[in-house]
Every structure is written in structure tokens, then in C-alpha cells.
């Protein structure tokens, strides 16, 4: 799996993503000002899943049908340190069962829910409680 940071993502975190061995691009660093739409097309074409803050990656993907396979995961958090990020996607990899390609995955301090990024997919909306 490989990742785009959103423009809204920390450098904090993003550094220490890299620094563990993640290939994670970023858009503060590459393109900054960029559009939403034009972070997709980025993601798709390199086959990228998005990190973000910004819900709006929803709407663009389910309303408006804007294409994209490989995943998002979305914070639905505010960080309390700007490394904060980092540990909580760290985390991510230690839920059983938890896969994130294909997915819309909403993080919350308490849950984590998911839906399907394929149009033809069986697979329902799932979510995972933290403890």
C-alpha cells in the first residue's frame, strides 16, 4: 500500500510515516493549493490511498461519482499533537481484519467505520469499535 497525505495531513506525521518505511507522498510538499478533485486524479493515477482531514472526499467519491480505487481514510478527529496522526494510522495496522484498499474508512477517536469504494461489491458498510 502506498499513501497521499492531503494537504491538511501534519509534516510531523508525515515525516514519521516516511521514517517508518511508508511510502507516503504529500501534497503540502508536491503540489500545495491543489484542488480536491485534482488530489483524486493524483491518487488514482498513481494508485494512492488518501489520508485526510477533509470530509468532503465523500461527497466527491458517493455524490458526485469522481473515480477512485484505491482507499481513503478519513480523521475524523482533531489531533492533539501534530504527530498524533501518525500513531493513530500506525494503529490502523493492528486491527484485525481491517483492510483498507478499496475503502472509505472513517476514523474517530472510538470507532472505525468503513464503506466500499466498489460499485459492484457485496461487501456492506462495516464498523470496528476501539478499546
Known amino acids: ?51 485526510t482531514f477533509d470530509r468532503d472526499y465523500g461527497e466527491l467519491i458517493f455524490k458526485r461519482k469522481l473515480p477512485l480505487d484505491s482507499g481513503v481514510i478519513y480523521f475524523r478527529i482533531i489531533p492533539f499533537t501534530p504527530e498524533e496522526t501518525a500513531f493513530i494510522f500506525f494503529n490502523l495496522f493492528k486491527i484485525q481484519n481491517l483492510s483498507l484498499e478499496g475503502k472509505f474508512t472513517i476514523v474517530e477517536r472510538d470507532k472505525i467505520r468503513q464503506r466500499s469504494l466498489l460499485k459492484d461489491s457485496s461487501t456492506k458498510n462495516n464498523s470496528t469499535r476501539i478499546s
Open 1 to 51: 500500500m502506498i499513501f497521499l497525505a492531503n494537504e491538511n495531513i501534519p509534516l510531523n506525521s508525515i515525516k514519521i510515516i516516511r521514517e517508518s518505511g511508508y511510502d507516503i507522498s504529500a501534497i503540502i510538499e508536491d503540489n500545495p493549493g491543489i484542488t480536491d478533485e485534482q488530489v483524486l486524479k493524483i491518487a488514482l493515477l498513481e494508485n494512492r490511498i488518501i489520508l
